[in-house]
């Protein structure tokens, strides 16, 4: 494995439960600027991808690169500690939810800075937020693993140099882009494997944890209780949870 995850083994329905959202990508989108040219490292399915740009797509899952659309440029088979290009051939790069799974984070990062002349955007989770969600009363055991695989944020742009920004990204109750927090106002969308399957973090926790999460999840749906405690969220147009756009250069 190149990273942290087999996603050849799990990484099957992402092309279909991680879909780009509109409103992060328009974000994501901005912070690269007027840069014509874009590296993305880490390219998975192709999510946020811009199409009105020239694009190179590196990935070292092969059931990643097979799932990218058919309209995506096909991704290059590589790893972010090693980019085959020149210094500087870039005018931007980004790396989105990805970072938390390289096996050095850090020498990815520099290797982003190397070959990009403009801005370097990174969409990640600040592991210090993770608590926000409600998912944290139901599965600490999750919520643990994922605060020690996300890198904090002041060390992502300690690497990237002088001048980075974070920025906190809105989550939308109906975003497309299957991740944990997605899901803040639909607590149904846990009782289906499929969801969990897109998820990461589920591999990382024991069989039983999840189980265990499931069953009360579904109790409490079922008896009302999560709606008692949690209702508010389900009139919340957007959540504010541990998304963050890093972004230095420029």
Same mark, same amino acid.
């Given at each position: 494995?190149?990273?942290?995850?087999?996603?050849?083994?799990?990484?099957?329905?992402?092309?279909?439960?991680?879909?780009?959202?509109?409103?992060?990508?328009?974000?994501?989108?901005?912070? #690269?600027?007027?840069?014509?040219?874009?590296?993305?490292?880490?390219?998975?399915?192709?999510?946020?991808?811009?199409?009105?740009?020239?694009?190179?797509?590196?990935?070292?899952?092969?059931?990643?690169?097979?799932?990218?659309?058919?309209?995506?440029?096909?991704?290059?088979?590589?790893?972010?500690?090693? #980019?085959?290009?020149?210094?500087?051939?870039?005018?931007?790069?980004?790396?989105?939810?990805?970072?938390?799974?390289?096996?050095?984070?850090?020498?990815?990062?520099?290797?982003?800075?190397?070959?990009?002349?403009?801005?370097?955007?990174?969409?990640?989770?600040?592991?210090?937020?993770?608590?926000?969600?409600?998912?944290?009363?139901?599965?600490?055991?999750?919520?643990?693993?994922?605060?020690?695989?996300?890198?904090?944020?002041?060390?992502?742009?300690?690497?990237?140099?002088?001048?980075?920004?974070?920025?906190?990204?809105?989550?939308?109750?109906?975003?497309?882009?299957?991740?944990?927090?997605?899901?803040?106002?639909?607590?149904?969308?846990?009782?289906?494997?499929?969801?969990?399957?897109?998820?990461?973090?589920?591999?990382?926790?024991?069989?039983?944890?999840?189980?265990?999460?499931?069953?009360?999840?579904?109790?409490?749906?079922?008896?009302?209780?999560?709606?008692?405690?949690?209702?508010?969220?389900?009139?919340?147009?957007?959540?504010?949870?541990?998304?963050? #756009?890093?972004?230095?250069?420029?």
């Amino acid at each position: 494995m190149a990273g942290d995850y087999d996603y050849e083994r799990g990484g099957q329905a992402y092309a279909t439960q991680r879909r780009t959202d509109p409103r992060i990508a328009a974000q994501v989108h901005a912070a #690269l600027g007027s840069s014509r040219t874009v590296l993305n490292v880490g390219a998975g399915a192709g999510s946020y991808e811009p199409s009105d740009r020239y694009v190179v797509a590196l990935e070292p899952s092969a059931a990643m690169r097979a799932q990218r659309p058919v309209d995506a440029v096909p991704a290059l088979h590589g790893v972010a500690e090693h #980019l085959p290009f020149d210094d500087g051939s870039f005018d931007a790069s980004m790396a989105t939810l990805t970072v938390h799974q390289w096996p050095d984070m850090a020498a990815g990062l520099r290797e982003m800075r190397r070959v990009t002349r403009g801005p370097v955007v990174v969409l990640t989770f600040d592991g210090d937020a993770l608590d926000r969600f409600w998912l944290a009363d139901y599965v600490p055991e999750l919520i643990e693993v994922e605060r020690r695989r996300y890198p904090a944020l002041d060390r992502i742009g300690a690497v990237l140099g002088a001048g980075y920004a974070v920025h906190a990204v809105p989550i939308a109750r109906d975003c497309l882009d299957g991740f944990t927090e997605a899901y803040f106002a639909r607590p149904e969308a846990f009782l289906e494997e499929a969801t969990r399957r897109s998820q990461s973090a589920w591999g990382f926790v024991d069989d039983g944890v999840e189980e265990r999460f499931v069953e009360h999840l579904r109790g409490d749906l079922a008896t009302g209780a999560w709606d008692r405690r949690y209702r508010d969220l389900r009139d919340k147009e957007t959540f504010d949870g541990a998304l963050r #756009l890093v972004v230095q250069g420029g």
